[in-house]
């Protein structure tokens, strides 16, 4: 079994007007020769503009969130059709913001990757302990955990990968050491095989949290690392094309 490929996404959050694309020409035009396939999830309604402004390079467009059911009376919400439809390929899923903010328990977001599996979403699934959790020597516990409930039988045999982001290290300037994120990527891993066999072995296992042109080099060369999954620092071409190239 090779290794997965390298996955680099960005996430770019609630930022970004039609202006913002050139950043993501940017990341387009900078690109050499990189081992990484290279992702930019900008919100819902740059990811038709994106795709279009993105279409003759291989840098990938996903959403950040979807829906669990494909249509229906759900005001403000996108379904995973939506964003296929709007030429997304992948989707960020039980992002931490939304485990937090609305209250997303792992069976609603293993429900989303089920739907975006539907729609033809590759899924990224966010998984990371609180600092609290930390504290209390519960980080593998929480992680794996997660890594169980939030992902469904249904993933056996389809491109996915999981993302690990510890609450405290996203948007704070703060990562684990390196041996703290070796340890949880290894852990998933282990997680990954008892759920999945050997196919679980193909699932990349991004690193989420602060990750920036400085400590990229050294997170993404961890072992177990299979990427990124950046957010304040995918917002720029020049820091994105950084990161992508300490890999
Ligand atoms: C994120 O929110 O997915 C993230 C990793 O953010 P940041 O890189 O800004 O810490």
């Known amino acids: 079994m090779t290794s997965p490929t390298p996955l680099i996404a960005g996430n770019w959050k609630m930022n970004g007007v039609a202006a913002s694309l050139i950043e993501a020409q940017g990341v387009a035009a900078g690109l050499g020769e990189t081992k990484a396939r290279v992702a930019i999830c900008p919100p819902a309604t740059l ?28 005001t403000g919400d996108v379904a995973a059709e939506m964003l296929a439809d709007a030429g997304a390929r992948l989707v960020i899923l039980g992002h931490s913001e939304r485990r937090a903010g609305y209250g997303e328990s792992d069976a609603v977001v293993a429900a989303k990757v089920e739907a975006a599996l539907r729609a033809g979403l590759e899924p990224i699934v966010c998984v990371g302990e609180t600092l609290e959790e930390r504290k209390a020597e519960k980080a593998l516990e929480v992680v794996t955990g997660q890594v169980r409930g939030s992902l469904p039988a249904a993933l056996a045999g389809q491109a996915f990968s999981v993302a690990y982001e510890p609450v405290w290290a996203i948007g704070t300037g703060l990562t684990p050491t390196t041996a703290e994120i070796e340890e949880v990527h290894v852990a998933i891993r282990a997680a990954l095989v008892e759920l999945f066999g050997d196919h679980g072995k193909s699932a990349a296992i991004l690193y989420g949290g602060s990750v920036k042109p400085s400590n990229a080099a050294e997170i993404l060369h961890a072992r177990e690392v299979g990427g990124a999954l950046v957010g304040g620092a995918s917002l720029k071409a020049e820091d994105f094309l950084g990161i992508i190239g300490a890999l």
């Open 47 to 74: 990811v038709e503009r994106a795709a279009a402004a993105l279409k003759a390079s291989p840098v990938l467009v996903g959403g950040q969130d979807c829906r669990a059911e494909a249509s229906g009376a759900f």
